[in-house]
């Protein structure tokens, strides 16, 4: 158990075949870098040691968050009290400088962010610069996860996913494997928003962990089988990223980085209106959900402000009656064969 604050406790759980233990409520700082809004810096740091506070002990960050800021902040927020932390952050990308008023290589929502522009590059070469980079950009010595960052057609296309998926089976794995026999890294991984290419990486060879965003989610579970059955066989961890699915579980209106089609809106409303004949608010049921399933070793947020983080802890500890999962299930609003909190299937 990981001590927090006013007696309150996080378990934690294992990654993969790893010694690394994650508390089950992790920090995500995509929010905290200025995505579609602006987050003061010194808010940013304070909304990290709150998280320490609490005893949060995992933090996950990127090259590509405000292209450099997010690892920027998330080294202010926990230099000197990294003792007993684990942090991830991203391969895949590197930073250049970029020239004010050029235009930006690829589009981004990033409302201030540092003058640099990304390079896409999962060669073994780039995985190898990359990290050094981070380090650089963190001010720390070491992070424990490394996550190859969004490869997959979603992000890249079919044709150009191709060219990186080879420069990742050509080198960059072996980079990563690499790094982890030296001692430099604990755990290999792939952060990504599709489940689909992580099929495709087990072809690859073993991994720890997945950084999943969105796909296993109390509104959407299309990952539940081939990827999550395939994870629990090959010993790998996920973590559930994007747990309000990008603000449709918050009433946003948006999935999936844009404007949530009609069927995911009507699959919410039906969410909503089954958490308030229970009286349960619907974001304590969104964190509560996913960590039934056993491949899944932390929940993922990116709240902005100490206070959002205050209100997730509280979502956390709202004790949800088992006989809300059972509704979910006789209304088919989970997937069959979903495991519940209750400890039953639906």
């Given at each position: ?115 640099f522009d990304q390079v896409y590059d999962y060669s073994y ?203 979910l299930a006789d209304r088919r609003l989970v997937e069959p ?10």
């Amino acid at each position: 158990m990981a001590a927090g604050t006013a007696g309150f406790t996080f378990s934690r759980r294992r990654v993969g075949g790893t010694a690394l233990e994650v508390t089950e409520l992790g920090v995500g700082s995509a929010s905290l870098a200025g995505n579609l809004t602006k987050v003061e810096d010194s808010v940013a740091r304070e909304t990290l040691a709150r998280g320490l506070d609490l005893g949060i002990n995992y933090f996950d960050t990127a090259p590509q968050y405000g292209f450099g800021r997010a690892e920027h902040l998330v080294g202010d927020g926990l230099r000197f009290r990294t003792e007993g932390t684990v942090i991830s952050t991203k391969v895949g990308r590197l930073l250049k400088p970029h020239a004010n008023g050029a235009p930006y290589a690829y589009g981004h929502g990033w409302v201030d962010p540092f003058p640099f522009d990304q390079v896409y590059d999962y060669s073994y070469d780039g995985i190898m610069r990359s990290f050094e980079d981070s380090l650089q950009r963190l001010g720390l010595d070491a992070v424990q996860m490394l996550l190859v960052h969004d490869i997959g057609a979603m992000t890249h296309g079919a044709e150009q996913n191709a060219i990186y998926w080879q420069q990742l089976a050509d080198g960059g794995y072996r980079a990563l494997n690499d790094l982890k026999s030296a001692g430099l890294i604990k755990a290999i991984g792939l952060g990504v928003n599709e489940w689909e290419v992580l099929m495709d990486a087990f072809a690859l060879g073993d991994w720890d962990v997945f950084l999943l965003a969105g796909r296993y989610t109390l509104l959407e579970q299309t990952s539940l089988s081939p990827f999550l059955t395939t994870c629990l066989e090959r010993n790998a961890s996920v973590i559930c990223g994007g747990p309000f699915n990008g603000g449709a579980l918050m009433g946003s209106g948006m999935w999936n980085y844009s404007k949530a089609p009609e069927a995911v809106l009507q699959r919410v409303k039906a969410l909503e209106a089954a958490c308030t004949e229970f009286g349960i608010p619907l974001g304590a049921a969104a964190l509560q959900f996913p960590l039934a399933h056993q491949a899944i070793c932390t929940i993922l947020p990116g709240p902005r402000t100490p206070a959002e983080l205050d209100g997730i802890l509280n979502w956390w500890q709202v004790a949800i009656p088992d006989q809300f999962w059972d509704a979910l299930a006789d209304r088919r609003l989970v997937e069959p064969g979903t495991p519940l909190p209750n400890g039953r299937t639906a």
